[in-house]
């Protein structure tokens, strides 16, 4: 009766749960560290840079056992967040939220930094000249202009979410209804005999999802691109 | 008084500036491209730092390095209008318009400026559907609007092609006529200035070669290596006389005793800045009977100077008090002997006194 099973349900809302959070949580660091990158100039930049890239050419894995390492609860940084804060990462789905949003923090960055070196430094003097302090200036003439930027780093680091494997499955493993995205469903299936079925109608699910996310942020980036220039 | 005394080094020129500028009407800052001109005004509106100097407005000091006072450019109540408009493209015009409006305006002017530069009908758009000379005069209007104490543009006209130029100086010299603000204005063309500017300052090569009131600085010497032949000319101040409507012409008393006829019908008593190009002057020894030429003015040959080419010389010619410039022929200079001190006629011709060569006081 329904178009998907009770398993797929869990795991699609997991998945996009999962994605959504590491997206807009990692968004404003994402646009100070573009901004950064794209606008100071200080001792050291090269290796902030080479930092902020490095979860993209690391193996996930990699990438997740430094996770487990550092954030898990017996990790240094995770045991203290869990004494003082109470806040867990391991083996929940804030876990696969941190991991995926870590592997896809480069990709957001790489597009807003672009969007920020992209807008006219001129504008933002000329607004000076008009009386608005640097707060206002970055919040009404280089924030809004970087808009399309945005929204296309989002778009990407969204869609690596949606993707991310290696990293989740060696920080918080592989459990169902907490870290079980559809690529750790999909796995699971592949590794059980005879569940070839099911599997390739998670296939289609991850295809439907994408396309969907593909179409939307075209649209999405059409419309905050004439906005940004004023056309509509 | 705008008291600027500024030193910066600028790549391989100085730029070394000490001039005070009055703080009503327009001040012009002339000078070729490169040679400056868009540095000071950069440093008065806080978007340069000079590396030695003083600047103030008033009593307000805006820039000093020896206090280590430097006014950001949001705290110098500067507007500033760009060569090229710099319009917030994600605003419409009249976004762009409140953008640097005091939250609580002190002068209830948005409609007052609206006006003044004809904006009624652009608010709702978006500046890049607007022309350039459109887009200029947001620009102009969203400085205005800051409530500016000071407003300097940097060649405003100087990206436009010729008929926008000729749209948007009208509205310039209403703004000039109508507002009591002063405004620093940047250009490298004396037409413009001309019609514009009651003040003037020329900077060649980083320093300031001459300041002063614009028909003093028009006259002197060492503005004539700028000006090519036919950019040669006089500058007089005049009072309209008498009007010959049928004719479009109009007589201006320029000296005790002695008026010229313009080619332009105006207002009776109006006050005028005429120019006359030195190239349009010509020199007869007996007055001349049945001729063409509307003015014969009775002269006094003050100076030969023909230091600046070999083509010509010129002739600075006493009418009055005032001064009027004849470019002529060496030639003809050989063949008249003309001596210094000979009360001679100098001719203009009516006909060269368009309304380019005349602006309202």
């Not at chain 1, 680091?157 to 169902?176: D, Y």
């Not at chain 2, 319009?87 to 002190?106: D, K």
């Not at chain 2, 001190?341 to 602006?359: M, R, Y």
């Amino acid at each position: 009766m329904s178009l998907l099973t009770e398993y797929e349900v869990v795991a699609l809302t997991l998945s996009l749960k999962v994605a959504l959070t590491a997206v807009c949580a990692s968004l404003p660091f994402g646009i100070l560290v573009a901004w950064v990158l794209a606008r100071c100039n200080f001792p050291g930049k090269s290796l902030l840079d080479g930092i902020i890239h490095l979860p993209l050419v690391l193996p996930p894995v990699v990438v997740g056992y430094l996770l487990l390492v550092s954030m898990g609860r017996s990790g240094w940084l995770g045991a203290w967040l869990y004494k003082y804060l109470g806040i867990s990462f391991s083996f929940s789905w804030r876990g696969a939220a941190l991991a995926a949003a870590v592997v896809a923090f480069p990709l957001m960055v790489r597009a807003i930094r672009q969007a920020f070196e992209a807008v006219d430094t001129r504008l933002e003097l000329a607004a000076r000249t008009l009386g608005a302090g640097r707060l206002k200036v970055f919040f009404t003439i280089s924030l809004p202009l970087t808009a399309p930027g945005i929204v296309s780093g989002m778009v990407l680091a969204f869609a690596r979410c949606l993707g991310e494997f290696g990293s989740t499955i060696t920080f918080v493993s592989n459990i169902p209804g907490e870290t079980r995205t559809i690529p750790l469903a999909m796995y699971s299936f592949i590794e059980t005999p005879g569940a070839e079925a099911q599997a390739a109608r998670l296939c289609v699910i991850a295809i439907v999802i994408s396309l969907v996310s593909l179409v939307a942020s075209q649209w999405l980036g059409r419309r905050v691109q004439l906005r940004a220039s004023g056309q509509c | 008084m705008l008291t600027i005394d500024v030193t910066k080094q600028l790549g391989d020129t100085l730029l070394q500036v000490n001039a005070e500028l009055p703080t009503y009407g327009v001040s012009a800052i002339f000078g070729r491209s490169g040679a400056g001109k868009t540095s000071l005004v950069n440093i008065l509106g806080g978007l340069a730092t000079p590396d030695t100097g003083r600047v103030q407005l008033g009593d307000r000091v805006l820039f000093d390095a020896c206090r280590r006072i430097n006014l950001r450019p949001e705290q110098r109540g500067t507007g500033f209008v760009f060569q090229d408009a710099r319009l917030f493209p994600h605003y419409s015009v009249s976004g762009n318009l409140n953008y640097g409006r005091p939250r609580h305006p002190t002068q209830g002017n948005f409609d007052t400026v609206v006006e003044l530069l004809g904006l009624e009908k652009l608010l709702k758009r978006y500046p890049a559907g607007l022309s350039g000379g459109e887009k200029q005069r947001v620009a102009i209007g969203r400085a205005l609007l800051t409530e500016p104490e000071l407003l300097l543009m940097d060649e405003p006209l100087a990206s436009l092609d010729l008929p926008r130029k000729k749209e948007l100086l009208p509205y310039l010299q209403r703004l000039a006529d109508e507002l009591k603000l002063p405004i620093v204005y940047v250009s490298h063309s004396l037409d413009e200035i001309l019609q514009l500017a009651d003040h003037m300052l020329v900077i060649d090569n980083g320093s300031m070669v001459l300041n002063g009131p614009l028909e003093s600085v028009w006259d002197s010497p060492l503005l004539r290596p700028w000006q090519s032949a036919q950019e040669q000319s006089s500058l007089l101040s005049a009072k309209v006389v008498n009007t010959l409507p049928a004719y479009e012409m109009s007589q201006l008393a320029v000296a005790d005793g002695a008026a010229i006829w313009v080619n332009q019908l105006l207002p009776l008593e109006g006050q005028f800045r005429v120019r006359v190009h030195s190239n349009q002057v010509s020199v007869c020894r007996e007055r001349p009977e049945a001729t063409s030429i509307r003015n014969v003015l009775p002269v006094k040959l003050a100076a030969i100077d023909a230091t600046d080419s070999s083509q010509h010389v010129s002739l600075k010619l006493q009418l009055g008090n005032k001064v009027v410039w004849a470019n002529i022929t060496r030639w003809a200079l050989d063949e008249l002997q003309l001596q210094l001190g000979e009360q001679v006629f100098a001719q203009i011709k009516g006909v060269s006194l368009s309304a380019a060569d005349l602006a309202s006081v």
